[in-house]
C-alpha cells in the first residue's frame, strides 16, 4: 500500500492529516483482494441476471392485468440494479485506491453484513476455499479500515488476542490480566504485554467468541487490533461491527490451536498506524 494522507475528524469534529506508512502487511497482499474481486464482480452479474429473469418470467402475466405493469415491474428493477451496480463500484474504487469515498463506513457493514455470506456461496459453485475466500475478507476488511483512517487515543484501542498464543506448558493465567506473564520468552505473550505498557493500550487474551465479545463491550474501544485464524478473525470482525477491527493472522507452525504465533512488527505497526502521535 503506498503512503498516503487521510483527513479525520477528532472529538470536536475538526479534520486532521493522518499519515499512513507503506505497511508491509501479509493481509494486504494482492492474490487475496483479487479473489474478493472476482467473487465480487460474479455475484454483481448473478444479480443482475436474477433481476433479469424476475422481469422476464411475469411478462407475460403482468401484461394480461395491465399493459403498463411490465414497464413499471423493470424501471423498479432497473433501480435496484442500478443501486447495487453503484454500491459495488464504489466498493471496487475503494479498495483499488485505498482512499476513502462516500459512505465508506456503511460500505464496510454492507462488506460484512451481506456481500461475504454472498461471496461465500459463489465462491463455492467455483470451488475456491471457504479458508481462502475468509482471507480476501479479511484483507478487503483491513483495507477498508485503513481508508476509514481513525486515530485514537492509547485507552480507546485494544489489543485482541487468542488465548493459543500462549505456550502449552505455561502455568500461568493470563486470560484475566496478561500483565501476570512472567516474560519468560517461550511466547509472544511476553513482547504483546511489553507494547502494552509502551504504548499503554488495553491488551486481552480470549478463549473464545463469547469471552471477546463480552471483552469488547467491557472495554468500549473505538478500534481493535485482533490476532486470530482466518474463522475467529472472520466472525469477529461480523460480531464487533460498527467497530472497526483490523485483523492480523496468526501462525500455526504446530498446527490450529496450538502454540501459535503472531508477527510482533505487524502489530506494532498497526499500533502506530492507528494511534495518535
Known sequence: MKNSTHAVEDHHGAQEPLQTDAMDLDTFSRPRIRVFIFLLLVTSLVLLAVAFLLWWVPYVGLATIHEALPAVLAVLLS??????????????????????????RR?????IR??????????RCFGIRKSEIRRSFVAINNQLVMTEAQQVSPEEMLILLPHCLQNHDCAVRITGDVHNCKLCGKCKIKDLAMLSKKYHVHVAVATGGTLARKIVVDKRP???????CERDLTSGIQDAYPIPVFGIFNRRPFGPCFDTDVNIDLVEKGLKTFLHN
Not at 94 to 99: A, F, M, N, P, S
Not at 107 to 111: D, L, T
Open 222 to 228: 473505538r478500534i481493535i487490533i485482533a490476532v486470530a
Open 114 to 123: 451481506v456481500l461475504f455470506p454472498l461471496l461465500v456461496g459463489v465462491g
Open 107 to 111: 460500505i464496510r457493514g454492507v462488506v
Open 79 to 104: 433501480c435496484v440494479v442500478l443501486v447495487s451496480l453503484g454500491a459495488v463500484l464504489t466498493l471496487l474504487f475503494t479498495i483499488l485506491r485505498g482512499k476513502n469515498l462516500f459512505f465508506n
